[in-house]
């Protein structure tokens, strides 16, 4: 092949190259992480044992989990201190009033499917030792069923002893507490901290937690909101995210990662946009 002919092929790549969107680059350019919020909770009741095997069989990265604690001071995995609303509880009772003995007498699956009656609500410790192949696990401390100090210290000393035995399981803590996100980074110096952020108000009050990823609610990122939080490395994700398009509007952002009900929609649309970014290099290319 000729010189010109050599040279003719690289403009053209280079020009082809050059016209791909923004949307192009900022997608394509990167690894989107898919979070299964209280695990696969579009199909299977949420923060239950079976949403979170679900989750890890379809291969999410990670699975977000919600914790209270309860009068025995054992971290549980729900999301309402109330516990009425995904149990079979007669009663209103909150998480710190009970036993993890009187918790797992619930059942937390019925009240989504006949199908999942016996799921009990998890404790944090049987979250971890669950096999967790290649998922990691986003760890939400709630306020309110104990002091911030307590909480933070108690799921701090759990977190601690399983990421000793989970290296190839990022653990990652945090929580929407300003308070308890900046503990945590006292408790574990050595970790991934996140901050949820549902207030852009409260953006001042997490940076002393130095916090390795925020996760933002996705009304709330804007490319200038992206520019202000990943300038010094941050990585951002947003929630909760539940389809593919706005998975791909938030990527286009600067998110890298959707926190979402339904995992498996955003695995397949990310794993779709995948070849089609695959096919666009070889085309680009002349193939």
Not at 86 to 105: D, H, P, Q, R, V
Not at 195 to 221: G, H, M, Q, S, T
Not at 245 to 267: D, F, V
Request: charged share 20%; net charge negative.
């Amino acid at each position: 092949m000729s010189t010109s002919n050599h040279r003719s092929i690289w403009i053209s790549t280079l020009l082809i190259l050059l016209s791909w969107s923004t949307f192009s680059y900022g997608v394509c350019s990167q690894h989107l992480s898919v979070i299964a919020h209280r695990g696969n909770s579009s199909e299977n009741p949420e923060n239950t044992l079976a949403s979170f095997q679900s989750a890890i069989q379809m291969g999410a990265d990670f699975i977000e989990l919600d914790v209270h604690l309860c009068k025995n001071d054992i971290p549980c995995v729900i999301h309402d201190r109330n516990i009425s609303r995904t149990t079979n509880s007669k009663g209103t009772f909150f998480t710190e009033e009970l036993t993890i003995n009187n918790i797992k007498a619930l059942d937390a699956g019925g009240w989504y499917s006949a199908s999942f009656t016996g799921q009990q609500v998890p404790t944090l410790e049987e979250i971890l030792q669950m096999p967790l192949g290649n998922t990691g696990v986003m760890i939400e401390i709630k306020e309110g069923s104990a002091p911030n100090t307590k909480l933070a210290a108690t799921v701090s000393a759990i977190v601690r002893k399983y990421s000793r035995v989970k290296s190839g399981n990022p653990l990652i803590v945090g929580s929407l507490s300003p308070e308890i996100t900046v503990l945590l980074r006292t408790y574990l110096p050595e970790l991934p901290i996140i901050a949820i952020v549902e207030d852009l108000n409260d953006l001042p009050r997490f940076r002393p937690a130095r916090a390795k990823i925020y996760a933002v609610r996705e009304d709330l990122l804007t490319k200038q909101v992206y520019e202000e939080l990943s300038s010094d490395g941050k990585v951002i994700w947003t929630f909760t995210v539940d389809d593919e398009t706005k998975m791909h509007q938030m990527a286009e952002l600067g998110g890298s990662g959707s926190i979402t009900n339904r995992p498996k929609s955003l695995i397949e649309g990310r794993d779709g946009l995948a070849d089609i970014c695959y096919e666009g290099v070889w085309v680009s290319w002349g193939f």
